[in-house]
């Protein structure tokens, strides 16, 4: 069942408009949001700041493809970022095609934010995104707008026989003058705060629905470039899209809801600027990790330490996944279960790890004094 009118449909699309006097108080709190938090940030110094953007990024690239429900390898991530900015983190992971591109792209939207927009260079990210010219085991078009072939692009939910049709597309036919309107828009000169530009710009987008695949990374993607261009700055502190998928249920929602109504987006521009409020809120997290790591190196700096153990440090501050036993450090550390435990031990008796208080089937171990992803502290 198709559903009877969408936002495009609408005889005064593409022309959106918001209330101003409805969204004036919440940018200007994120403007000075922003102010602050990159004034606290200058006062790190370089390693410090390097390391925010490392981890920004890193949790940028994961939570937007988590919002498209693809888990990435968060090393490899970090590792391909890492290699990128020309940080040195140790251990690098092997590259990965697919997590390659995807940095590629979101590398490019944030520090070339003062490069135009162009119809090549989303070609260009698309191709990034889709190295093999396939989304999962579906041959699509890369580099390219989809030409609908094998039907209208739709967004559609529910058992085969009872689908339902959340938002439809324009067709195919419309796509180059609807993407040309699109990035005359962006690139224009029409007096617009850079804030309000970037959601606009991603509801815009998203709408339009270009690709046969990956329209919602790259939407994410034109937003971050906007929000960099309104700070003057390539350096993120905050994630907008690790934000969103905290949020993915009421962002979906807000989407359907908007893609269904007129050209009046001011509910949508309510919820994006409140989802950045919150995303930046969010980086005082992000900071507090920072110095956290700076902290435990320092304080461990006299501590020597095998190649194993510092692999395994390293895992641990920069957020592992799970609860740490000797079996893990195992197979990851690639030794035998006797290795693992005496490397656990000797970090045990120089006050680096502590047994987890919670008890369970296998003993598990914690970096000491170190938060953990609540904010909580092992002692």
Same mark, same amino acid.
């Given at each position: 069942?198709?559903?009877?009118?969408?936002?495009?449909?609408?005889?005064?699309?593409?022309?959106?408009?918001?209330?101003?006097?409805?969204?004036?108080?919440?940018?200007?709190?994120?403007?000075?949001?922003?102010?602050?938090?990159?004034?606290?940030?200058?006062? %790190?110094?370089?390693?410090?700041?390097?390391?925010?953007?490392?981890?920004?990024?890193?949790?940028? &690239?994961?939570? /937007?493809?988590?919002?498209?429900?693809? $888990?990435?390898?968060?090393?490899?991530?970090? /590792?391909?970022?890492?290699?990128?900015?020309?940080?040195?983190?140790?251990?690098?992971?092997?590259?990965?095609?697919?997590?390659?591109?995807? =940095?590629?792209?979101?590398?490019?939207?944030?520090?070339?934010?003062?490069?135009?927009?162009? +119809?090549?260079?989303?070609?260009?990210?698309?191709?990034?995104?889709?190295? #093999?010219?396939?989304?999962?085991?579906?041959?699509?078009? &890369?580099?390219?707008?989809?030409?609908?072939?094998?039907?209208? @692009?739709?967004? &559609?939910?529910?058992?085969?026989?009872?689908?339902?049709?959340?938002?439809?597309?324009?067709?195919?036919?419309?796509?180059?003058?609807? @993407?040309?309107?699109? $990035?005359?828009?962006?690139?224009?000169?029409?007096? $617009?705060?850079? =804030? %309000?530009?970037?959601? =606009? +710009?991603?509801?815009?987008?998203?709408?339009?629905?270009?690709?046969?695949?990956?329209?919602?990374?790259?939407?994410?993607?034109? *937003?971050?470039?906007?929000? *960099?261009?309104?700070?003057?700055?390539?350096?993120?502190?905050?994630?907008?899209?690790?934000?969103?998928?905290?949020?993915?249920? *009421?962002?979906?929602?807000? %989407?359907?809801?908007?893609?269904?109504?007129?050209?009046?987006?001011? %509910?949508?521009?309510?919820?994006?600027?409140?989802?950045?409020?919150?995303?930046?809120?969010?980086?005082?997290?992000?900071?507090?990790?920072?110095?956290?790591?700076?902290?435990?190196?320092?304080?461990?700096? !006299?501590? /020597?330490?095998?190649?194993?153990?510092?692999?395994?440090?390293?895992?641990?501050?920069?957020?592992?996944?799970?609860?740490?036993?000797?079996?893990?450090?195992?197979?990851?550390?690639?030794?035998?279960?006797? #290795?693992?435990?005496?490397?656990?031990?000797?970090?045990?008796?120089? !006050? =680096?790890?502590?047994?987890?208080?919670?008890?369970?089937?296998?003993?598990?171990? &914690?970096?000491?004094?170190?938060?953990?992803? !609540?904010?909580?502290?092992?002692?």
């Amino acid at each position: 069942m198709r559903i009877l009118t969408s936002i495009h449909e609408q005889p005064t699309w593409p022309k959106l408009y918001w209330q101003p006097e409805a969204l004036a108080e919440s940018l200007a709190q994120i403007r000075l949001a922003q102010g602050r938090l990159s004034g606290r940030m200058e006062g %790190l110094g370089f390693n410090l700041q390097q390391e925010a953007t490392l981890e920004t990024l890193t949790e940028d &690239v994961l939570k /937007s493809s988590q919002i498209e429900g693809e $888990l990435l390898d968060p090393a490899k991530v970090r /590792s391909s970022i890492a290699s990128r900015l020309g940080i040195d983190i140790g251990g690098l992971q092997p590259p990965d095609r697919h997590v390659e591109g995807i =940095v590629e792209m979101m590398l490019d939207a944030t520090r070339s934010y003062n490069e135009p927009l162009t +119809a090549k260079r989303l070609y260009a990210w698309h191709a990034a995104l889709f190295p #093999t010219a396939r989304s999962g085991m579906k041959p699509i078009r &890369v580099g390219r707008w989809r030409d609908d072939a094998s039907g209208p @692009m739709q967004v &559609v939910s529910g058992a085969v026989g009872r689908e339902r049709v959340h938002f439809e597309a324009p067709e195919a036919k419309r796509l180059k003058k609807e @993407m040309a309107q699109f $990035l005359k828009w962006f690139e224009g000169k029409e007096p $617009l705060d850079d =804030v %309000l530009r970037s959601g =606009v +710009a991603h509801l815009w987008f998203v709408t339009i629905h270009p690709f046969d695949d990956g329209n919602g990374r790259i939407a994410r993607a034109i *937003a971050d470039l906007a929000l *960099a261009r309104s700070e003057e700055s390539p350096r993120r502190f905050y994630s907008m899209s690790a934000q969103i998928q905290q949020e993915r249920d *009421a962002y979906y929602d807000i %989407l359907e809801q908007t893609q269904r109504g007129n050209t009046d987006i001011t %509910l949508w521009m309510e919820w994006f600027l409140g989802c950045l409020g919150r995303a930046i809120e969010g980086a005082q997290s992000t900071l507090a990790r920072v110095i956290a790591k700076a902290q435990f190196w320092d304080r461990i700096r !006299n501590i /020597s330490l095998n190649e194993r153990q510092h692999m395994m440090l390293n895992r641990l501050v920069d957020g592992f996944e799970g609860k740490l036993t000797t079996t893990k450090w195992a197979t990851i550390a690639k030794c035998s279960q006797d #290795t693992a435990f005496r490397d656990i031990m000797q970090l045990v008796q120089k !006050n =680096v790890l502590v047994k987890e208080a919670a008890g369970g089937r296998s003993t598990s171990y &914690v970096l000491k004094d170190f938060p953990s992803k !609540n904010g909580s502290r092992q002692r």
